[in-house]
C-alpha cells in the first residue's frame, strides 16, 4: 500500500487547509485511515482516524475544527482543517491500516508540511 498525502501549506492563522491522502497498490481490506502530526521537537501525535464505517476519533485538541472523511470508492481520506492555529503547525502524515489473514499492518504517507502564521 503506498499514500500519497498532499494539500499542505502555508497559511494564516483562523484559516483553512484541506489534506488529501491517496492509497494505492494493494488496497484491499483497508480498515482505519487516519492521520498524525508531528511538530519540530515532538512526538508524533494523532489528529484524526476513520474506520472503514465512517467511525470518527479527534484529537482533543482539534475537535470542533477539524473534520475528517474518507471515499472508499477514490480509497481516499481527507483532513479539513478549520481555525487553524500557529500551535497546529507540524508535519501531518497520513496513515492506513489493512487486516490481511488476521494480522494488521500499517503504512504511513510521506508527509505535508502545514505552517500556520500568526
Known amino acids: 500500500v503506498q499514500l500519497q498525502a498532499s494539500g499542505g501549506g502555508l497559511v494564516q492563522a483562523g484559516g483553512s487547509l484541506r489534506l488529501s491522502c491517496a492509497a494505492s497498490?494493494?488496497?484491499?481490506?483497508?480498515?482505519?485511515m487516519g492521520w498524525y502530526r508531528q511538530a519540530p521537537g515532538k512526538q508524533r501525535e494523532l489528529v484524526a482516524t476513520?474506520?472503514?464505517?465512517?467511525?470518527?476519533n479527534y484529537a482533543d485538541s482539534v475537535k470542533g475544527r477539524f473534520t475528517i472523511s474518507r471515499d472508499n470508492a477514490k480509497n481516499t481520506v481527507y483532513l479539513q482543517m478549520n481555525s487553524l492555529k500557529p500551535e497546529d503547525t507540524a508535519v501531518y502524515y497520513c496513515?492506513?491500516?489493512?487486516?490481511?489473514?488476521?494480522?494488521?499492518?500499517?503504512?504511513w504517507g510521506q508527509g505535508t508540511l502545514v505552517t500556520v502564521s500568526s
Open positions: 476513520i474506520s472503514s464505517d465512517a467511525n470518527t
Open positions: 497498490g494493494s488496497i484491499f481490506s483497508i480498515n482505519a
Open positions: 496513515n492506513a491500516d489493512q487486516l490481511v489473514l488476521g494480522l494488521l499492518y500499517g503504512y
